[in-house]
């Protein structure tokens, strides 16, 4: 794959790196940013959209929600593209998707034999719908990890060697196993993050909903990625940030510190923000707007489950654009 061309934008990109110097991790990939949003993280600014529904051959809702970009190009010995990004409709039958590219920036192929995952699978279950990818790279084992839900009620895991052929693994997260009146555990993200004093290598991220119907982000960890502790109380509550709902968090490390991005509901401003927890999540200091989201297309108000990589030392992101369940996929360059 060719560098990004040169070009007055790119050049005072690199020297403001050069000046500022300020250390990042992406997606588990280090690199090199200016400093301007909270956190000292880059600056994100919309880019293009990468997928839109009415464009897809595996369309049956009209939506498409919750984007999960891996790169595979150090991974796998022939993969499709340098990248792999998942993704899904979320109402009735949903279905966990995949196309793949060669630049974090696009152009991505929808895979032909889409969906990869559906919402039955002998003998494990049958469901209403699947969705919510978010894809784990588990070095240990070589394997790519894929977490989703169906129903709300329940995450699940399923395992590949070549992220499109997957394996039903178990059940690792329910409503059962939070405070009663919990109504919805969903869209969650794991992450290789250390917890040393808690035994755990890795951390899930996730949204969860009761019988007050506002929603919270909470939080687990794990030894292993497969069996988890779930903290009962949330992480971020909606009522810290001002919010009706709050969702789609993903975990940022910097300067030896943790951050969660997290999106609220349109209603409450549609924007990415942001928590700086720590490393060992004892702290919560709410730093913000991460992203703010632009009232024209494809964006109309509302930013959502936002996913990181890296391309050629370029931080990207890739989130969810447009009002729940009529957005798209669109990409930001910080």
């Known amino acids: ?10 050049r005072m990109f690199l020297r403001a790196t050069a000046v500022t110097g300020a250390a990042l991790t992406l997606g588990g990939l ?19 959209t990468l997928l839109t529904p009415s464009q897809l051959k595996y369309n049956p809702t009209g939506e498409i929600i919750f984007p999960t970009v891996r790169g595979v190009y150090d991974k796998l010995a022939s993969p499709l593209g340098r990248y792999y990004l998942y993704y899904a409709p979320h109402d009735a039958p949903g279905g966990i998707c995949l196309a793949y590219g060669n630049s974090l920036e696009g152009p991505f192929t929808e895979y032909p034999a889409n969906p990869i995952v559906s919402n039955k699978w002998a003998p494990h279950y049958s469901v209403s719908h699947v969705s919510s990818p978010h894809v784990l790279w588990k070095e240990d084992v070589k394997e790519f990890w894929l977490y989703f839900h169906g129903e709300n009620t329940t995450t699940r895991l399923a395992r590949s060697q070549d992220g499109v052929h997957f394996t039903y693994d178990k059940v690792v997260l329910s409503t059962s196993m939070m405070p009663s009146g919990t109504t919805e555990t969903s869209y969650a993200r794991v992450f290789r993050h250390d917890l040393p004093s808690r035994g755990a290598r890795y951390v899930m991220l996730f949204m969860l909903n009761n019988t007050t119907n506002h929603r919270d982000i909470c939080w687990g960890w794990s ?3 497969r069996n988890w502790t779930f903290d009962q109380t949330p992480l971020v509550r909606h009522s810290d940030v001002g ?11 910097r300067n030896g510190s943790a951050y969660v991005v997290y999106n609220k509901d349109k209603e409450s401003g549609g924007d990415l ?3 700086e927890v720590g490393a060992d999540f004892s702290r919560r200091r709410h730093l913000g707007v991460f992203y703010n989201s632009r009232s024209g297309p494809p964006e109309n108000g509302r930013s959502a ?8 030392g370029v931080p990207y992101m890739i989130f969810e654009a447009g009002e729940r369940l009529q957005g798209s996929i669109a990409v930001a360059r910080g």
């Not at 090199?32 to 994100?44: C, E, K, L, N, T």
């Not at 919010?243 to 490390?253: K, S």
């Not at 489950?305 to 050629?312: E, L, N, R, V, Y």
């Open 30 to 48: 280090p690199t090199q940013v200016a400093s301007a949003a909270p956190g000292g993280f880059p600056d994100y600014a919309y880019v293009r």
């Open 223 to 225: 030894a292993d990625g």
């Open 273 to 275: 923000m942001i928590t």
């Open 305 to 312: 489950a936002p996913s990181f990589g890296t391309d050629h």
């Open 1 to 10: 794959m060719q560098e990004p061309q040169s070009g007055p934008d790119r």
């Open 243 to 253: 919010a009706v709902n709050v969702g789609g968090p993903h975990l940022l490390t």
